[in-house]
Structure formats: structure tokens, C-alpha cells
């Protein structure tokens, strides 16, 4: 679709999905209609208001068509999977099913009721142990279900274009944090951290030997789905930061920054290794909040969030 076109949006995702109501309110700043949907067997939710957009339930691919084609829909953008973080085989093969089944239904829907194009939040997590400099042409090799859920999706919204020319743009992810509000009761690893931090309380460090992680704060990564609407036509991007961080490392920046410190505002995490030249090119994309200022922003939520609660409470 080309800047100028008259876009109609349906966002696919649950009530806990922090990524949703960020993404509403860019589409809103940006007078973007749309509309957003979830799918009742696996949300179990009932139809509600959020602001001016409806949520309408759907529980298969004939009603979401019925719905997309409705509200003459034009981009449908899917967030309804959700993360997969059991350590049970069972349980991580179940929710990797999930997903994969709700996306097939999604993309059925959009070619029955003849969408321009999908936009697919995929992860980093489909490279696996890949070493060396990594770009979205290189060969994927997930390790766990997470990326290996991924990796299949991935591939059927490409041969759903292949077979049916519905034109999509996928976007791999890393660990996207941020927003913190009273939508998400599941909280993410920063947030929680943060308030323990906050509280006083000892924070969680997983023992990931120093492993050391990619942190997009949400706003670059709903910067990227926008883009994406208008660009990126059939197209996978890497959208990462360009440094990583142990969680050790992270404690530390949200310990300097309580504190006010500015040492951490001047440190440099480890160089990625995850090529971001594409999106540059292409989506004209780049990350803007670097760690440091993405913690201080959550710390700051937090801290609104926990005064108008306490002013409700008096």
C-alpha cells in the first residue's frame, strides 16, 4: 500500500496484550481507522468498548472474514500469539499449536475477504544459535518453541502469498518492553524487576550466565508496525536494538537510574550482532529509545500508574 491510500486497520490480540493498546493509540494520533478483534477460544472474552474501537469477538475464519469485510478492512495486523514461556514440552507444544492455528485462521480470513496485506510481529527467537552476523536472508535454526512457532507461521503467511497474493511484512522481534498501565495484569521481565527494585525487594536474576539480551522499548516497535503499513511490501525485518545487556547489567541501570544516577546514560551495552540495515533502508526505521531512557520511561509509568492509584484509594 502506498502513502496516500485510504487504510482501514483490524488489530488482532487479547485484553493483555500491551503492544494492542500502544498501537491504537499511534493509529488514533495518526487518524488511522480501525477496529480490533480477538479470538474468543483462545482469549475468552466478551465484547467490549476500548475508546471509540469496538472489540468484536470471533471464533473462526468465516466470522472474522464477515468482520473484515464489514468494515471494508485493508490491513489486518495480528497480535493475537502469544509468548511461549513454559519449560513443560507439553505445555510449550500446546501453545505453540495455538498460535500457529489462529494465524492459519487469520490469513483464511484475509484472502476470503480479499486484504491487501498482513503484518506479522514474528521474534529474533527463529535464528536459534546462529554465530556471526545475522540478517533476515540467513537460514533459520530455532531452538525452542518460541522460535520454531514462529518459523512455521512465518512460513505460512508467505505461502499464503505465494498462492493467494496476499502481500504481508513480517517484523522480527526481540524482548519489547514498556507502557506499563492497568491493561496488562501479566506483567513483563522490566516491569517487574523495576518494582522490586523500587519496593526495595531483592529483583529476580534469572542464572543466564550473562547471556546477554535484546530490549526494544515499544515505542520503536510500534515505529515499526506503522512503517509497515505503507512499506516493506513482502519483506522480513529484523527490528532490534544495536546493544545488548545481561540482566545483571539491566539491574544495575534501573538501580543508577532510581537513583538519578547518569553513569548508565553513558555506557555502552555489547554490540548486536543482528543486522538492522534492512529496516534502515526500507521502513526508514531506526531505534531511538536506547535502554537507559527505556527503563526510565517504565520507572515513570510506574510511578504515575502507582500515584492516581493511591489517589483513587483516598
Not at 518453541?145 to 512460513?155: A, N, T, V
Request: one cysteine or more.
Amino acid at each position: 500500500m502506498v502513502e496516500g491510500f485510504i487504510v482501514r486497520v483490524l488489530i488482532t490480540g487479547g485484553q493483555e496484550n500491551e503492544m494492542k493498546y500502544a498501537l491504537m493509540e499511534e493509529l488514533k494520533n495518526k487518524m488511522i481507522h480501525y477496529i480490533t478483534a480477538e479470538h474468543q477460544r483462545r482469549e475468552n472474552s466478551v465484547c467490549s468498548s476500548l475508546g471509540n474501537s469496538d472489540v468484536y469477538p470471533f471464533s473462526n475464519a468465516r466470522e472474522l472474514a464477515e468482520l473484515l469485510m464489514m468494515h471494508q478492512i485493508n490491513c489486518v495486523i495480528h497480535l493475537s500469539n502469544k509468548t511461549i514461556t513454559s519449560n513443560s514440552m507439553k505445555d510449550s507444544f500446546d501453545q505453540s499449536e495455538d498460535n500457529i492455528a489462529c494465524t492459519v485462521e487469520v490469513l483464511e480470513a484475509c484472502v476470503q475477504a480479499k486484504v491487501n496485506k498482513i503484518i506479522f510481529p514474528s521474534s529474533i527467537a527463529v535464528y536459534g544459535e546462529i554465530t556471526g552476523k545475522i540478517t533476515e536472508e540467513m537460514t533459520l535454526q530455532p531452538v525452542f518453541f518460541e522460535g520454531l512457532s514462529k518459523k512455521i507461521e512465518e512460513k505460512y503467511i508467505q505461502t499464503y502469498h505465494t498462492l493467494y497474493n496476499l502481500s504481508y511484512t513480517i517484523l522480527r522481534f526481540p524482548i519489547v518492553y514498556g507502557q506499563s498501565s492497568i491493561h496488562n495484569q501479566n506483567e513483563g521481565m522490566m516491569e517487574t524487576t523495576i518494582k522490586k527494585v523500587l519496593e526495595n525487594r531483592p529483583p529476580i536474576i534469572f542464572d543466564d550466565d550473562g547471556q546477554k539480551k535484546h530490549l526494544l522499548y515499544i515505542s520503536d516497535a510500534i515505529e515499526a508496525i506503522i512503517s509497515s503499513i505503507y512499506k516493506g511490501e513482502n519483506e522480513v525485518f529484523n527490528i532490534c536494538p544495536e546493544e545488548k545487556f545481561s540482566m545483571k547489567e539491566v539491574v544495575s541501570i534501573i538501580q543508577t537510574s532510581i537513583k538519578g544516577d547518569s553513569f548508565y546514560t553513558m555506557e555502552e551495552g555489547e554490540k548486536s550482532r543482528i543486522s538492522i540495515r534492512k529496516a534502515q533502508l526500507q521502513l526508514g526505521w531506526h531505534c531511538k529509545v536506547s535502554t537507559a531512557q527505556g527503563i526510565r520511561f517504565v520507572i515513570e509509568d510506574i510511578k504515575h500508574n502507582e500515584g492516581q492509584t493511591n489517589q483513587t484509594l483516598k
